[in-house]
């Protein structure tokens, strides 16, 4: 679209054939809506200069999935008056970077049904988001909010908490300073996979400590039993309110390894320094309930044929079959392959282990 032909209201043809593709972009600097009808999972999209929406037609939905979109993204020290503007862009990220924020954050009255907003924090200080509800939000957690058919932003996600721990032959080996920031990395990963996939949670990092390995920690499975019984361990745990623990050492037998749909005592995963920082969200994967690809009779696996999560870990998605691929291949197989469903149904219990 350019100044001279661009519309007030876009509409897709409510029929196409299987995986047909529209693509639209703008040169405009006149804003033009697309209309929800026939789409699935609408939000708010209005297309500006230079944003670029795709959607294809998918025959099983008979709708068009929006595959890629623009996002509205703003830093807290952009926000006048710590107000969010109206959503305008199916996804809206704020960052609050400030080492102490101490303004509620005031999300829209009301937005387009479907429309997100994700609240990432790294200030030092918890601080007050102002949604159809007043929530706090703490150091190093993020929230997504998602507007009902009323157009209210209510919290879509819990927050389960981490304590990350490294071993000191890990630190010996890589420097204190590198075992903080592949821990980061992993636990990045891990989130940045779960917003992704559309689940329920998000994980949260209470504190990253060393540990001392014990001379008998020589493979993964030492480490990951032993932490659920060191006194010093849990008491951090419990003070930290830690849900679980996530440790990282030399022991490298498996690249990682942890316990499966873990309870309250169980909630521990581990893995090993000499493997990529991806290791975090396929072990933590298991914690929450699921299991590689073809190794289960129920829906809680992994999808091995495109290398989700749990079925490869190639790609940064669980499975689940309302997310696809670029030639729109499900991720997933309703009631027989989707990770999403298994951990969704598992988070809020494991969000209440402290």
Do not use: C
């Amino acid at each position: 679209m350019s100044a001279t032909n661009s519309p007030d209201n876009l509409v897709l043809p409510p029929h196409a054939h299987d995986r047909d593709r529209v693509v639209i972009t703008s040169t405009s600097n006149k804003p033009v809506h697309i209309d929800s009808l026939n789409i699935n999972n609408p939000s708010a999209m209005q297309v500006e200069a230079g944003d670029k929406y795709e959607l294809m037609y998918l025959k099983q939905n008979s709708k068009w999935e929006v595959m890629s979109a623009p996002q509205s993204h703003y830093s807290a020290k952009q926000l006048s008056d710590a107000r969010v503007p109206p959503l305008t862009k199916p996804k809206t990220i704020i960052d609050v970077n400030t080492k102490d924020w101490g303004h509620p954050l005031k999300l829209p009255a009301s937005a387009v049904p479907g429309s997100r907003v994700i609240v990432r924090s790294k200030s030092e200080q918890p601080f007050t988001i102002n949604a159809s509800s007043d929530h706090l939000i703490r150091p190093n957690e993020i929230i997504a909010f998602k507007a009902d058919e009323k157009g209210k932003l209510n919290k879509e996600t819990v927050t389960i908490d981490l304590l990350l721990l490294y071993s000191d032959k890990a630190r010996e080996r890589l420097g204190a300073e590198k075992m903080v920031s592949r821990l980061t990395e992993g636990l990045h990963l891990t989130n940045e996979a779960l917003e992704n996939s559309g689940a329920n949670f998000r994980f949260r990092s209470t504190a990253i400590k060393e540990v001392k390995a014990a001379p008998s920690w020589t493979k993964l499975i030492h480490p990951l039993a032993a932490l659920r019984e060191d006194p010093g361990i849990q008491n951090s745990r419990n003070t930290l309110k830690a849900d679980g623990i996530y440790y990282e050492g030399t022991e490298n037998n498996y690249a990682g390894q942890a316990y499966l749909k873990a309870s309250a005592r169980n909630m521990v995963a581990v893995g090993s320094i000499d493997a990529p920082t991806i290791v975090m969200r396929h072990e933590l994967g298991h914690n929450m309930g699921v299991e590689h690809g073809g190794a289960s009779t129920s829906f809680d696996q992994g999808y091995t044929p495109f290398k989700t999560i749990m079925g490869g870990n190639g790609i940064p998605y669980y499975s689940t079959p309302h997310r696809y691929t670029p030639d729109g291949e499900p991720l997933g197989v309703e009631n027989k392959i989707d990770a999403v469903r298994t951990m969704n149904a598992f988070s809020s219990r494991v969000a209440a282990y402290r």
